[in-house]
């Protein structure tokens, strides 16, 4: 099946610092892919809507300016955290679209878990 | 807005009972229906999907049904063993492609 892959898929840093998140769609073109992330002992919650080649669309209460999002390419999009603090130490996960003949269908990367000491 | 809620949000049972989970959202346009599941720590594993015009689908001991009308899904998962232990998320697909997850069923499968 396809495969999405999240690098790193560990990180931890000192206050302040701003940390890259990488999603890549290893064998498929995908034209949309999400964000999201997931505090401890809660759910998962959208943060952006990545569009190739276009700019994220950010859900209520996500600061666009902290959290970037890049989409050059059909098979990677990253999200850099600026300026990290404690309170931004989450699980990213992403997620890649593509559509099969008529169906659409998503893939999750396996998460990248961010600590900021 | 579209919200999505587990019940129950716990759950402990003892090996080789049968168990179902509910799952309940509140907009009925949805594209699709989807049930993963989360071990501590790691990422989703996706158990079962269930397009809109589906009414369930199974998957060796786990079977998931789905009411769009009534915005009711149940995850029923047959002779449960301590490796099922685990989250169990439900999430719906909108149209736009985005997930909405709920909050998750922990559920402990006791030996």
């Known amino acids: 099946g396809a495969v999405v892959s999240q690098h790193p898929s560990w990180v931890i840093c000192k206050s302040g610092t701003s940390v890259k998140i990488e999603c890549r769609s290893l064998?498929?073109?995908?034209?949309?892919m999400f964000w999201y992330r997931q505090f401890p002992k809660q759910s998962l919650m959208l943060m952006a809507t990545?569009?190739?080649?276009?700019?994220?669309?950010?859900e209520q209460g996500v600061e666009k300016d902290k959290f970037l999002i890049n989409h050059a390419s059909l098979t990677l999009s990253t999200l850099t955290v600026t300026s990290a603090h404690p309170e931004d130490s989450s699980f990213y996960i992403c997620?890649?679209?593509?559509?099969?003949?008529?169906?659409?269908?998503?893939?999750f990367g396996p998460g990248t878990r961010l600590t900021v000491l | 807005k579209q919200e999505v809620t587990q019940i129950p949000a716990a759950l402990s049972v003892p090996e080789g009972e049968n168990l179902v989970l509910n799952c309940s959202f509140t907009?009925?346009?949805?594209?699709?229906l989807q049930w993963f599941r989360q071990d501590p720590g790691k990422g989703l594993t996706s158990l079962l999907l269930?397009?809109?015009?589906?009414r369930e689908q199974t998957s060796g001991r786990l079977n998931a049904s789905l009411d769009k009308s009534s915005g009711r899904s149940t995850l029923y998962i047959a002779a449960s063993q301590p490796g099922d232990s685990a989250t169990y998320l439900c999430?719906?697909?909108?149209?736009?492609?985005?997930?909405?997850f709920g909050p998750g069923t922990r559920l402990s499968v006791l030996p």
């Open positions: 064998d498929f073109q995908a034209t949309t």
């Open positions: 907009d009925s346009a949805i594209y699709n």
């Open positions: 997620s890649a679209h593509t559509r099969e003949r008529t169906t659409d269908t998503q893939y």
């Open positions: 269930i397009q809109s015009s589906q």
């Open positions: 990545s569009n190739e080649g276009s700019k994220a669309t950010y």
């Open positions: 999430a719906v697909v909108n149209y736009g492609q985005n997930f909405v």
